[in-house]
């Protein structure tokens, strides 16, 4: 296994600039959203901040950031793999977005990401010529599904459904040629969505065959696993999966959401769960799981501020933000 | 005021037959107008409930719609709605309340394919958040194009209703007092005339006597 040296060394350089519990306190406490940015200028996002304008376009500053963080860990590691397995939901977003606008006759374009591993207009030309094979394999097999899965069906879910079943399955791949780590992060990630995906089924109420459809595969519980509890009480749903490696989920997240259904502590259960695991990374030397953990907390920092500042600009409470702020990585 | 006419016998019975005509009038509007305010009352009542509920519902929807935004970048949130799975037509007829055209709305739902599923996004990178707003906003489009319908039918009840009573109010107090003062002028004149010929011919037999004695 590789070893990364100077990558690690790299990360746990700019782990110590993470946004930290203590600067999470002074962001909320921060009376608008001008005054978080500027409680924000002392850190890494200084100068992207500076770069915007407004703070209301403070998406721009963080996919900025971002894309910053992803060129100084692929140069650092020499392995693009890395990186891949948090930008490619980038790529499924943008071909989500080029395909449904051409479906609608309407452009998109302010809502195409600039930061996954092919470059936006690679993508919006092979969409408006119909024509995918200049994509990379997995995006050009996923457009063709996508494309002969809303011809059938005319749902723009299917659509989500499919490219989101191709960008795990790479993003899994991907994992794999990483090692045993990258893999269980992967893997869990893919269970965690499924327990929320079963759950918002059983909310929402939406048939069992549709459920099959929107369930990842690849995860350490099959899909069967879900199906087959549909139609069964919660309790046992959440008893199996109190025994599994997901016994922490169903403590914070499941039993509240079997009392009154709510979103906000399972997903920030689930989300807790997921950094939890790339904690691991914290407290290794080197290796994979340090540079995994940080592109994990940096996508976590990410969640952090959009929460905080659209929280700032609509001026919400700062309780409700806290209901829902994820654990920090540092 | 009285009018100006001649106090002409002929002119009376004209203005006796107005003065008649005017407060049936008067009465039929007066009716109307009653029946119409009932009506508008009831009509307001029901917006106000409708309105509240609508309202509360909105505010819940778009509270968790800011949430979902909260979790989810601005780009996620656009790319899981940008396509629709329900589409809504709406016919728009016309009704009949005590002779005012009111709208009345229909919807036809018009679904893409037969299927239960109001969400348009997949789940993988969507929060729970989002289904509870889109579901709200799904259930609550009937209530507001209800509530649409209702408050554009108060609002022409309203118009109507002000020019009733305006005509009431006419005729009420002013074309009838105006007849009635006419009337009482034309036959107070034609009176005094009555009593000066009586007048006179008592004044012409009082002379006619003295001469003949």
């Given at each position: 296994?590789?070893?990364?040296?100077?990558?690690?060394?790299?990360?746990?350089?700019?782990?110590?600039?993470?946004?930290?519990?203590?600067?999470?306190?002074?962001?909320?406490?921060?009376?608008?959203?001008?005054?978080?940015?500027?409680?924000?200028?002392?850190?890494?996002?200084?100068?992207?901040?500076?770069?915007?304008?407004?703070?209301?376009?403070?998406?721009?500053?963080?996919?900025?950031?971002?894309?910053?963080?992803?060129?100084?860990?692929?140069?650092?590691?020499?392995?693009?793999?890395?990186?891949?397995?948090?930008?490619?939901?980038?790529?499924?977003?943008?071909?989500?977005?080029?395909?449904?606008?051409?479906?609608?006759?309407?452009?998109?374009?302010?809502?195409?990401?600039?930061?996954?591993?092919?470059?936006?207009?690679?993508?919006?030309?092979?969409?408006?010529?119909?024509?995918?094979?200049?994509?990379?394999?997995?995006?050009?097999?996923?457009?063709?599904?996508?494309?002969?899965?809303?011809?059938?069906?005319?749902?723009?879910?299917?659509?989500?459904?499919?490219?989101?079943?191709?960008?795990?399955?790479?993003?899994?791949?991907?994992?794999?040629?990483?090692?045993?780590?990258?893999?269980?992060?992967?893997?869990?990630?893919?269970?965690?969505?499924?327990?929320?995906?079963?759950?918002?089924?059983?909310?929402?109420?939406?048939?069992?065959?549709?459920?099959?459809?929107?369930?990842?595969?690849?995860?350490?519980?099959?899909?069967?696993?879900?199906?087959?509890?549909?139609?069964?009480?919660?309790?046992?749903?959440?008893?199996?999966?109190?025994?599994?490696?997901?016994?922490?989920?169903?403590?914070?997240?499941?039993?509240?959401?079997?009392?009154?259904?709510?979103?906000?502590?399972?997903?920030?259960?689930?989300?807790?769960?997921?950094?939890?695991?790339?904690?691991?990374g914290k407290y290794e030397a080197f290796g994979v799981k340090p540079i995994l953990g940080f592109l994990k907390a940096k996508d976590?920092?990410?969640?952090?501020?959009?929460?905080?500042?659209?929280?700032?600009?609509?001026?919400?409470?700062?309780?409700?933000?806290?209901?829902?702020?994820?654990?920090?990585?540092? | 005021?009285?009018?100006?006419?001649?106090?002409?016998?002929?002119?009376?019975?004209?203005?006796?037959?107005?003065?008649?005509?005017?407060?049936?009038?008067?009465?039929?509007?007066?009716?109307?107008?009653?029946?119409?305010?009932?009506?508008?009352?009831?009509?307001?009542?029901?917006?106000?409930?409708?309105?509240?509920?609508?309202?509360?519902?909105?505010?819940?929807?778009?509270?968790?719609?800011?949430?979902?935004?909260?979790?989810?970048?601005?780009?996620?949130?656009?790319?899981?709605?940008?396509?629709?799975?329900?589409?809504?037509?709406?016919?728009?007829?016309?009704?009949?309340?005590?002779?005012?055209?009111?709208?009345?709305?229909?919807?036809?739902?018009?679904?893409?394919?037969?299927?239960?599923?109001?969400?348009?996004?997949?789940?993988?990178?969507?929060?729970?958040?989002?289904?509870?707003?889109?579901?709200?906003?799904?259930?609550?489009?009937?209530?507001?194009?209800?509530?649409?319908?209702?408050?554009?039918?108060?609002?022409?009840?309203?118009?109507?209703?002000?020019?009733?009573?305006?005509?009431?109010?006419?005729?009420?107090?002013?074309?009838?007092?105006?007849?009635?003062?006419?009337?009482?002028?034309?036959?107070?004149?034609?009176?005094?005339?009555?009593?000066?010929?009586?007048?006179?011919?008592?004044?012409?037999?009082?002379?006619?006597?003295?001469?003949?004695?």
């Amino acid at each position: 296994m590789e070893e990364y040296l100077y990558a690690t060394a790299r990360v746990k350089a700019l782990e110590i600039k993470l946004i930290s519990q203590n600067l999470t306190e002074r962001l909320l406490d921060a009376p608008s959203a001008e005054e978080t940015a500027k409680v924000l200028s002392e850190t890494e996002y200084g100068s992207y901040f500076g770069e915007i304008g407004s703070v209301y376009n403070f998406e721009e500053a963080i996919y900025k950031h971002l894309k910053d963080v992803f060129r100084i860990i692929d140069d650092s590691t020499g392995n693009p793999d890395f990186t891949r397995i948090f930008r490619y939901k980038y790529d499924i977003h943008n071909l989500k977005v080029l395909l449904k606008a051409s479906y609608i006759g309407e452009s998109y374009e302010d809502i195409l990401i600039p930061i996954g591993t092919v470059e936006v207009e690679r993508i919006k030309k092979t969409v408006s010529d119909k024509d995918f094979s200049e994509l990379p394999a997995f995006l050009k097999d996923a457009a063709h599904e996508a494309v002969a899965g809303f011809e059938l069906n005319h749902d723009p879910q299917y659509v989500d459904f499919i490219l989101d079943r191709y960008l795990y399955s790479k993003m899994l791949d991907t994992a794999k040629r990483l090692g045993d780590f990258a893999e269980e992060f992967v893997k869990t990630e893919i269970d965690l969505i499924n327990i929320n995906t079963f759950l918002r089924f059983r909310k929402i109420g939406i048939s069992s065959s549709r459920l099959k459809e929107a369930l990842i595969d690849g995860g350490y519980l099959k899909p069967s696993f879900y199906v087959e509890y549909f139609a069964e009480p919660l309790n046992s749903f959440a008893e199996s999966l109190s025994v599994s490696r997901y016994d922490r989920v169903v403590d914070e997240g499941i039993q509240k959401w079997i009392v009154d259904q709510d979103a906000t502590q399972l997903e920030k259960a689930l989300d807790n769960y997921l950094i939890d695991l790339a904690k691991q990374g914290k407290y290794e030397a080197f290796g994979v799981k340090p540079i995994l953990g940080f592109l994990k907390a940096k996508d976590n920092e990410a969640k952090l501020l959009r929460l905080i500042f659209v929280s700032k600009i609509n001026e919400i409470p700062v309780e409700k933000i806290r209901e829902r702020l994820r654990d920090t990585y540092v | 005021m009285k009018t100006n006419v001649n106090p002409t016998r002929m002119e009376l019975t004209k203005l006796k037959k107005r003065l008649k005509v005017a407060r049936r009038g008067h009465k039929l509007l007066k009716d109307k107008q009653d029946e119409l305010i009932k009506k508008f009352v009831d009509l307001v009542k029901k917006n106000k409930e409708l309105r509240e509920k609508v309202e509360d519902e909105l505010s819940s929807a778009l509270r968790n719609f800011v949430m979902a935004r909260a979790v989810m970048s601005k780009e996620i949130v656009e790319e899981s709605l940008m396509y629709p799975v329900e589409k809504v037509d709406i016919d728009v007829e016309t009704g009949n309340i005590m002779s005012v055209k009111v709208p009345k709305i229909k919807i036809h739902k018009k679904k893409k394919k037969a299927s239960d599923n109001k969400y348009p996004y997949g789940f993988a990178n969507t929060s729970g958040e989002l289904d509870n707003a889109i579901s709200i906003l799904a259930d609550i489009l009937p209530d507001l194009l209800e509530l649409a319908e209702i408050e554009k039918t108060c609002q022409l009840l309203a118009d109507e209703i002000e020019k009733t009573r305006r005509r009431v109010n006419a005729l009420e107090h002013i074309m009838i007092p105006e007849l009635e003062e006419t009337i009482k002028y034309i036959s107070m004149k034609l009176d005094e005339a009555e009593r000066a010929n009586i007048t006179r011919l008592m004044k012409v037999k009082e002379m006619v006597m003295e001469k003949s004695v």
